[in-house]
T-cell receptor
Framework: AQSVAQPEDQVKVAEGNPLTVKCTYSVSGNPYLFWYVQYPNRGLQFLLKYITGDNLVKGSYGFEAEFNKSQTSFHLKKPSALVSDSALYFCAVRDQAGTALIFGKGTTLSVSS | DAGVIQSPRHEVTEMGQEVTLRCKPISGHNSLFWYRQTMMRGLELLIYFNNNVPIDDSGMPEDRFSAKMPNASFSTLKIQPSEPRDSAVYFC????????????FGPGTRLTVL
């Protein structure tokens, strides 16, 4: 069965510092991996996805994520955090059979000024 | 494109009443998903359709919940009768149907059952 784990409920960083939001997954075969962001009282917005190819994926708003097959991880990163990055972040996985996305529980990112 | 459209954005109703949530997917998308988000349970997949056909409804909580997709541009999620524990934000999402495709979410409907 597919599953996603986001081990941290909350991540706190200071503005200007690098940030990492962790995600590990379990899926049969090769995964399709996604990151979404949710601002208060809004829907989920797509940030980036890994399908195949280069393990480093670049997405919206300066975010990037690194696919690590041996560690079954897909951590979200940004070199320099902004206060406006404060939001709820979801990692999601789907196997190549094309079933629906399975989402993690979400990680709240708080960036302080 | 206007994106995924959901209505109403907010719904307040009393226990026992029927509630109908509506969704218009992105034009050309042939997969549609209904999710529920609560603080306690996070984001849960309720049901999804492919080419207007329900594929997996194992996430539907109970018989009080039903979903339909009469055509490619419209879907409804109905709760009858509603209960306070149904209070949540309900999201609709759509995608092109390929496993590698991105799901795009609507703004959600915040349901409060008193």
């Amino acid at each position: 069965a597919q599953s996603v784990a986001q081990p941290e409920d909350q991540v706190k960083v200071a503005e200007g510092n690098p940030l990492t939001v962790k995600c590990t997954y379990s899926v049969s075969g090769n995964p399709y991996l996604f990151w979404y962001v949710q601002y208060p009282n809004r829907g989920l917005q797509f940030l980036l996805k890994y399908i195949t190819g280069d393990n480093l994926v670049k997405g919206s708003y300066g975010f990037e994520a690194e696919f690590n097959k041996s560690q079954t991880s897909f951590h979200l990163k940004k070199p320099s955090a902004l206060v406006s990055d404060s939001a709820l972040y979801f990692c999601a996985v789907r196997d190549q059979a094309g079933t629906a996305l399975i989402f993690g529980k979400g990680t709240t990112l708080s960036v302080s000024s | 494109d206007a994106g995924v459209i959901q209505s109403p954005r907010h719904e307040v109703t009393e226990m026992g009443q029927e509630v109908t949530l509506r969704c218009k997917p992105i034009s050309g998308h042939n997969s549609l998903f209904w999710y529920r988000q609560t603080m306690m349970r996070g984001l849960e997949l309720l049901i999804y359709f492919n080419n207007n056909v329900p594929i997996d409804d194992s996430g539907m909580p109970e018989d009080r919940f039903s979903a339909k997709m009469p055509n490619a541009s419209f879907s409804t999620l109905k709760i009858q009768p509603s209960e306070p524990r149904d209070s949540a934000v309900y999201f609709c999402a759509s995608s092109s149907g390929l496993a590698s495709d991105t799901q795009y979410f609507g703004p959600g409907t915040r349901l409060t059952v008193l």
